[in-house]
């Protein structure tokens, strides 16, 4: 079951962050929020996808929530850390769907994409959804690692 919860946001998704945070607290999960926190309308998304990649991949949060414009930005920069599969969603199918069948731990999404009504029902898609243990999403995952670990470079302890 998740428990804490990292999330992060750029100036493009820092409203609709201002907005998920309460409410997911309010929703009894712990949020480790990683900023912005304030809106700066000239802040960089990397900065804030990497502060939420590291705590997914480090253990301090189960799951992780980045918002930006379009969600793409937060992805690209996600999926460079060791141990994170994030993707943009805008819909509840594939939020939850890409948890039960490729275990994405990072869910993106684009506040200029998404209202925070959707945002809502997508994210409680992703964070009750758990990875299906059954062969077949088993061996994809296994395939999955084992491309990162010949493609990523480890960082020392993690
Ligand atoms: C910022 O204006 C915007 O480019 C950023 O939030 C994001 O959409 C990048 O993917």
New binding site residues.
Partial sequence: MTQRVAIGA????FPLKAELVPWLRESGYEVLDLGAETLVPTDD?PDYALAVAGAVASGKAQRGIII???????CIVANKVSGVRACPCHDTYSAHQGVEHDDMNVLCL?A?VVGGALAREVVEAFLKAEFLNEERFKRRLQKVLDIESRNMVKKKGG
């Fill in positions: 750029d100036h493009g998704g998304y930006c414009g379009s969600g793409v930005g937060a684009g200029r």
